[in-house]
């Protein structure tokens, strides 16, 4: 303290596939700065983001960037820029930046694709609530919808809930309403809306986004009637035996997680082939008054064990003797992130440097 | 010529007086139904409990033949909770300690162990926003989903812990013969915002604290009853914004039944004050104090059966 303006916050460097980049960070910093060392003074290549800067109080995706154009274009290797979208955002998720609602001209019940003139400040992976959807209010509310791809200025699309329309989960058409960005909780592990549940007899359970269970964590759920499968309700409460379709008692244990680009779902070790169907309910039927269906934190049990992380159980940890999981511990996993917009996350393969900084004595008042 | 204090003024202008104005306090609530578990020291960070599953009733009689029965099957659910450390700290240069009148450091530890005690609270907040089951209230009328909450919602999430064997955590406030009361019955706990003040009021069946027949019992975070449900509010009650299905913000309503969720400690983790006089932390020339402070904490639920979010809109 009180030796240097700025105090060394974390550095590291990450190979750039041109998609954005969230960069967890041990405190918030008030000077983020990246510099690309592939492509440095290599002056047949031309890059836009040689080195990108962010200072605290700069807008959410703002950023300053010195860029590099090729020797063959002209004698003046480096320029300045600036812009206001792509670049640096800081997040504390304690206390998450808010968005303003957005107009929705229309959103696909089957492909998951909701078509608006607007996607500024969207990404692949980011997180969307759709309100008041007219024609499909069972998607409007709470829930957290992860984006999959974006058309710029066209639509953008629910990959993960298409992924269970596709398996039998779809829903009616909507037309009008809007969307909203947000960040989801941090508390781990959290709930997570469900959006379908296979009638088998290991179920498949489908969320709207990444999920964070794992393998052996038992999960309870709160299936309102309006969603047809209420026999997964309150599992925590339910004894043993041929009173609940010949499964174990208490809650569902985790089998198998799936978290592609696509799917986001857990398989579990319940039979449901004797329940009744999953649905989910009208438009009107959840506007006249529901709660969404969720699955939450149960406990932890046995890892089963298995071939590979994408086949059912564990490979790396073993049934015999029992596994135990702690990966499920209940946990706080806040961070401060800096995400990277893909105006500043660099050129494709080039290896990017970057540091954090934070002021000893950081003042925004003048002297004057 | 008249000599006023625009000729004359008082040499000295101003009086520092030494009565500090108070600072916002925000209630502490989350944490009220909490069972307090304190992990030992040396024996890692997570916090591991287990409840042994429910055994299926065995109601039909052994024939004559009295054959043994099949067994049943034993199972236990564990419930892991991982304790994380949380730290922050003020630095004050020794000439602010040495030129103000006030003792600087003396309120400086007042407003951390304000900020720690908030801070937990508002861990133990977002672990009931994030892992808690989900009923929306639907008894209002307000056209959105969820409603404003209504004595029908309280009564429904009363029954469904009434469902899953959830025990009170107060019990009933007996009816005496003073003037506007009203009974309190056995109740569950329910801890929300003070934005919700104005939907409690407009309940049907709401019993505000002072028409209660005894408040010896009571808190001051309290504000009332319904039914079988007392309220308890805070500044820092969980609100998700814009996400009911119109888009406006919702107040999470936990409702908790007792054993419901814990908060866990670390022994030797507990809130500490720390103080550290000029010379420390690379200052050779002894020119900065720092007041620090920290705390080793977890939390969980432990029976999602028991524990609710009754989320509501209208605030």
Same mark, same amino acid.
């Given at each position: ?57 700069m807008a959410a995706g703002s950023y300053l960037q010195i860029g590099q154009i090729s020797a063959a274009a002209a004698s003046n290797y480096m320029y ?16 998450? /930046?808010?968005?303003?609602? $957005? ?104 969320? /709207? ?57 857990? $398989? ?23 709660? /969404? ?76 | ?315």
């Amino acid at each position: 303290m009180g030796q240097f303006p700025y105090g060394f916050v974390a550095s590291g460097y990450y190979t750039s596939d041109t998609t954005a980049k969230n960069i967890a960070l041990p405190d918030r910093p008030d000077k983020f700065v990246l510099y690309d060392r592939t492509n440095w003074g290599a002056a047949t290549t031309a890059v836009a983001a040689m080195q990108s800067f962010w200072f605290r109080g700069m807008a959410a995706g703002s950023y300053l960037q010195i860029g590099q154009i090729s020797a063959a274009a002209a004698s003046n290797y480096m320029y300045g820029a600036q812009g206001t979208s792509g670049g640096f955002t800081f997040i504390d998720q304690t206390n998450p /930046p808010t968005f303003a609602k $957005v107009a929705v001209t229309a959103v696909n019940g089957t492909t998951g694709v909701v078509s608006t003139g607007t996607t500024t400040g969207l990404a692949v992976g980011d997180w969307v609530r759709l309100i008041n959807i007219t024609g499909a209010q069972e998607l409007s509310g709470p829930i957290a919808y992860q984006i999959t791809a974006i058309s710029a200025g066209v639509s953008f699309t629910l990959g993960y809930f298409a992924t269970a329309a596709s398996a039998g989960f779809s829903v009616s058409n909507g037309t009008t309403g809007y969307y909203q960005k947000v960040y989801p909780g941090f508390m781990y592990p959290s709930k997570q809306y469900v959006i379908g549940i296979t009638q088998a007899t290991q179920a498949k359970v489908y969320f /709207p986004r990444q999920n964070d269970f794992t393998v052996g964590e038992m999960v309870d759920f709160q299936i309102p009637s309006s969603y047809g499968m209420s026999q997964m309700s309150n599992l925590t409460a339910n004894p043993k035996g041929n009173s609940n379709n010949g499964n174990p008692p208490g809650p569902a244990r985790v089998l198998q997680v799936i978290n592609s680009s696509t799917e986001s779902s857990i $398989v579990l070790d319940y039979d449901t082939t004797g329940f009744t169907a999953f649905a989910q309910p009208t438009s009107a039927s959840f506007a006249g008054g529901a709660s /969404p269906a969720t699955c939450f934190p149960a406990g932890s049990g046995v890892v089963p064990y298995g071939a590979s992380s994408t086949v059912i159980g564990s490979a790396t940890i073993p049934q015999s003797p029992p596994g135990t999981n702690l990966l499920d511990a209940f946990d706080n996993r806040a961070q401060y992130v800096m995400n990277l917009g893909t105006s500043v996350v660099g050129a494709n393969n080039a290896v990017m440097y970057w540091e954090a900084w934070r002021g000893d004595n950081f003042n925004d008042v003048s002297n004057a | 010529m008249t000599v006023s204090i625009a000729s004359l003024p008082p040499q000295i202008q101003q009086r520092y007086n030494a009565k500090l104005l108070s600072t916002p306090e925000h209630n502490l609530i989350h944490q009220l139904f909490a069972t307090p578990v304190e992990l030992p020291d040396n024996q890692g960070f997570i916090d591991r409990q287990s409840r042994y599953d429910r055994l299926d009733l065995f109601e039909v009689p052994l024939d004559d033949a009295q054959n043994n029965p099949p067994p049943q099957q034993l199972n236990r659910v564990d419930v892991d909770c991982r304790v994380r450390v949380y730290a922050t700290y003020i630095v004050l240069t020794r000439q602010v300690t040495i030129t103000n009148e006030d003792p600087v450091l003396n309120s400086a530890a007042a407003r951390l162990g304000q900020s720690l005690r908030e801070t937990q609270d508002a861990l133990q907040r977002d672990n009931l926003e994030s892992s808690a089951s989900i009923i929306n209230c639907v008894g209002g009328t307000n056209g959105d989903i969820p409603t404003e909450m209504t004595i029908s919602d309280v009564d429904d999430v009363f029954t469904v812990l009434q469902n899953n064997s959830g025990e009170y955590i107060t019990n009933i406030v007996e009816a005496e013969l003073r003037f506007g009361t009203s009974p309190i019955g056995d109740a569950y706990g329910c801890m929300l915002t003070t934005r919700m003040i104005p939907v409690l009021y407009n309940m049907t069946g709401f019993i505000k604290k002072f028409q209660y027949p005894n408040i010896s019992q009571t808190l001051s975070t309290e504000i009332g009853g319904a039914n079988n449900v007392r309220f308890f509010v805070s500044e820092q009650g969980s609100v998700t914004p814009n996400a009911s299905l119109l888009g406006n913000d919702i107040a999470n309503c936990f409702v908790a039944a007792k054993e419901a969720y814990k908060v866990v400690w670390q022994a030797g983790g507990k809130a500490r004050f720390i103080y550290l006089p000029p010379g420390y932390n690379n200052d050779p020339c002894m020119l900065r104090h720092t007041a620090g402070c920290s705390f080793y904490q977890g939390q969980c639920i432990t029976n999602d059966l028991w524990i609710q979010n009754l989320r509501s809109t209208g605030i």
